[in-house]
Structure formats: C-alpha cells, structure tokens
C-alpha cells in the first residue's frame, strides 16, 4: 500500500521563481491538505480540498499561493515569485473522509523548499 | 480557534524507561479530536494515536497511550519501554469533528532523545 507521495522531496528556487509542489494522496483518499512547517514550529494548515473544488483555504496567504487538486493527477501548491520566508517544509496529508467525523490525515515525506 | 501548548524542553530518557510528554489544549467545541504525531529526524510525520473529546477510556495503541483529563484538558502521551527508535518530536494536534472544519492545529513539540 502506497502512502502519500510528495515531489521532489527537495526544491531549490532562486527569489522570483515559481516552485511548484506535488501531492498523490493514498489510494481511496479523495481529501487532501496542505501543511507548512517553519523550522522549530510545528505545522500550520494551508488548505484543504477534494477533487476540483477548495473547500478551505482559510490558513493560505493572500497572495502568491495557489493550490489545485484536478480530477486527474496529483495535488499541487504553487507558491509564484518565491521570497527567502517562503523556505521551509511543506507537508501534504490525505484522509478517506472529511469533516464531521474521525479521520486521521495520513502524511506525505514532505517538501523542503529553500528559497536562495 | 483552537490552542495547542507544548511546553517541555528537550527530554533525554533510558532506554526501556516511560516517558510522558504533555500536552495541554484550549477550544470552545463540545466534539473535537486528539492526535499524536512522531517525526523522526528524517522529516516524515507518523501518525500515532487518536483520542476523541467523547471516548470514555483512555486510547492505547501498542507502547502509546494518551492520558486524556478532559476537564483540565491535557493530553498526555505515554512511551512505555522506550526504545532507541523512539527518538524524535512529537506533536501534539486537535481539530474539531463538526462539518466544515477539518484543519489540524498542531502543538511545537517535544524533543525526545533515547539513550542507551
């Protein structure tokens, strides 16, 4: 049983540049989120949607930040024109149900991103 | 909005010891969930144990259980016979199980290093 996929698990972008990270949540999960960890913090949530649709996106920064998860392929954050505060680690987790009810979200390696 | 404290500093522990790392929270909900998480110095988050706001008894899963005192509430998680392996953060994290809100607020976490 595949866990949750996250690629590159490394991402090295210069300020100005668009990274682009991806999420393959585990098979029969239809809901995904979006975790960022600074260094020494724990994590803070992004985002969290199903297939075509954003049902949350309440913890994503106004600008620069977008996320997509299509009904084909995986998940994706994109952060355009990277600044240095933008480095850290980005976390995607999945979980068979949403809201209302138990369901552990399951994470992803995660992405670290340094921003140069 | 929901508050997780995690407060200990750093904890070395013996190995086949128990060590207890706390965990306290603040939220308005009635039904709301508890989650552990272990990351190793590897990166990957590692769900360990579940305790919702309504369980009577205390979960356990293996070497983990969670010590829930829901009118102070804390969550305690309990290592018994810890083992080297066990060295990494734990955070501690809590959503509420109503619809609409699926958002994970985690704690900073606990450092634990195990010494033989």
């Known amino acids: 049983n595949a866990g949750v996929m996250q690629n590159p698990r490394h991402l090295v972008r210069r300020r100005g540049q668009e990274a682009r990270l991806r999420c393959s949540p585990m098979k029969g999960h239809s809901h995904v989120y979006w975790y960022r960890q600074l260094p020494e913090e724990g994590l803070k949530f992004m985002v969290y949607?199903?297939?075509?649709?954003?049902?949350?996106e309440s913890g994503m920064p106004k600008e620069r930040f977008s996320a997509e998860f299509p009904k084909e392929g995986p998940s994706i954050l994109r952060i355009q024109q990277v600044v240095r505060g933008d480095s850290a680690a980005y976390f995607c987790a999945s979980s068979p149900g949403g809201t209302g009810g138990r369901y552990e979200q399951y994470f992803g390696p995660g992405t670290r991103l340094t921003v140069t | 909005a929901q508050k997780i404290t995690q407060t200990q500093p750093g904890m070395f522990v013996q190995e086949k010891e128990a060590v207890t790392l706390d965990c306290t929270y603040d939220?308005?909900?009635?039904?709301?969930?508890l989650f552990w998480y272990k990351q190793p110095s590897s990166g990957e988050m590692i769900f360990l144990i579940y305790?919702?706001?309504?369980?009577?008894q205390n979960a356990t899963e293996g070497r983990y259980s969670l010590n829930f005192q829901k009118a102070r509430k804390s969550a305690n998680l309990v290592i018994s016979a810890s083992q080297l392996g066990d060295s990494a953060m734990y955070f501690c994290a809590m959503r509420p199980l109503y619809y609409g809100n699926n958002r994970l607020a985690f704690g900073k976490g606990n450092q634990v290093v195990v010494i033989p």
């Open positions: 305790q919702g706001s309504y369980d009577e």
């Open positions: 939220t308005s909900d009635q039904s709301y969930g």
């Open positions: 949607l199903q297939k075509e649709n954003i049902i949350d």
